[in-house]
């Protein structure tokens, strides 16, 4: 399974939201299930979704569970209540529909 989480952050803010993410991932990296985890950040500073989060997770039980987690939620919450920061998340879980690799002939 994969989360997608987008996020609408002004650049001026970037460094500590940034910041506050490491806290969620340092709970995510350690949750049964985990895979990896990247986050992708926009090349021009207009635009709307400035950073987007893709982790990856060995089932949707896996994912499920580590949401319940008290550490975990704190997290966000901080990150998302932290009066410093203007953030707009929008996770969504996705699994893989098409998978290419180099060389791949899709039909």
Do not use: H
């Not at 989480?5 to 949750?31: E, G, H, I, Y």
């Not at 060995?58 to 997290?75: F, I, K, N």
Request: glycine content about 2%.
């Amino acid at each position: 399974m994969t989360l997608v989480n987008a996020f609408s952050v002004p650049m001026s803010q970037k460094d500590r939201f940034l910041d506050r993410w490491k806290d969620n991932a340092r709970c995510m990296a350690s949750a049964p299930g985990f895979l990896r985890a990247r986050m992708l950040q926009a090349v021009s500073d207009k635009a709307e979704l400035t950073f987007i989060n893709v982790a990856e997770w060995a089932s949707g039980t896996a994912l499920d569970s580590a949401r319940t987690d008290p550490e975990w939620q704190q997290s966000i919450k901080r990150l998302i209540d932290d009066p410093e920061l203007d953030v707009t998340p929008r996770p969504m879980v996705y699994r893989t529909a098409i998978d290419v690799v180099p060389g791949d002939k899709l039909l």
